[in-house]
Each structure stands twice: as structure tokens, then as C-alpha cells.
């Protein structure tokens, strides 16, 4: 059975930082990318970070760039986010990407990802 768990996140003070877990069972992460977003409510989600078939190919949201990083290790991919601020208060996802797309360029594009995470919440607050 396919699933994908979140875990690491909590209250952390401005200035932190957290690294998220995605842990994926079921599949190959040799095979399908996995995708980082995250969604204020209220507001779109937000597509942060991806990292393709076997750990290559690595993306940024222009806006999180030198605060982000991803790798994998086995059957879990992480989100490492430094220099925490209130305005990352949200509900962070992964997902797996079954389009079969091999395309660099929508690596990190939302509907390419079939399969999400419960999230996980992050409250970034004094």
C-alpha cells in the first residue's frame, strides 16, 4: 500500500530551525520524485522543493532558496529549513510523483503529484 508520512514538525522560535521527514512506503523513490509544498489556510499551496528519481535533480521555490535543502536516505526524504519566520506557519506535505512525466522544467509543479501526506504543521512563534 502506497503512503507517505510527515513527521518533524512543532513550534519553533523565529530564527530556527526544523528539518521534516517524509517517510514513503509502497513504491520506489528510484522511480517517482517527491515534492515539498506547504498551505496557509485560506491561501494556495505552496510548492517548495523536489527532488527527482533516486535522489537527482534537486528544486527550489525561488523564495526559499539558501533557507532549504532536501535529500534522501533509504526510504525517507527530508526538508531541512533554516532561519524559521512566523510567516512559515503552515501545514507542510509531501508527495510522490506518479504522472510519469520525466520533464526537468514541471519537476515541482503541483499536479504532477498524485500522492500526499497527511502534513505535518509547523508554528514558527515566540
Known amino acids: 500500500q502506497l503512503r507517505l508520512v510527515e513527521s518533524g514538525g512543532g513550534l519553533v522560535q523565529p530564527g530556527g530551525s526544523l528539518r521534516l521527514s517524509c517517510a514513503a512506503s509502497?513504491?520506489?523513490?528510484?522511480?517517482?520524485?517527491i515534492g515539498w509544498f506547504r498551505q496557509v489556510p485560506g491561501k494556495e499551496r505552496e510548492a517548495l522543493s523536489c527532488?527527482?528519481?533516486?535522489?537527482?535533480n534537486k528544486k527550489y521555490a525561488d523564495s526559499m532558496k539558501g533557507r532549504i535543502s532536501t535529500s534522501s536516505v533509504g526510504h525517507t526524504v527530508y526538508l531541512q529549513i533554516d532561519s524559521l519566520q512566523p510567516e512559515d506557519t503552515a501545514t507542510y506535505y509531501c508527495?510522490?510523483?506518479?504522472?510519469?512525466?520525466?520533464?526537468?522544467?514541471?519537476?515541482?509543479?503541483?499536479?504532477?503529484?498524485?500522492?500526499w501526506g497527511q502534513g505535518t504543521e509547523v508554528t514558527v512563534s515566540t
Open positions: 509502497g513504491f520506489d523513490l528510484n522511480y517517482n520524485a
Open positions: 527532488i527527482g528519481r533516486s535522489g537527482g
Open positions: 508527495a510522490a510523483d506518479f504522472s510519469g512525466s520525466t520533464s526537468t522544467a514541471t519537476m515541482c509543479s503541483e499536479r504532477r503529484y498524485l500522492y
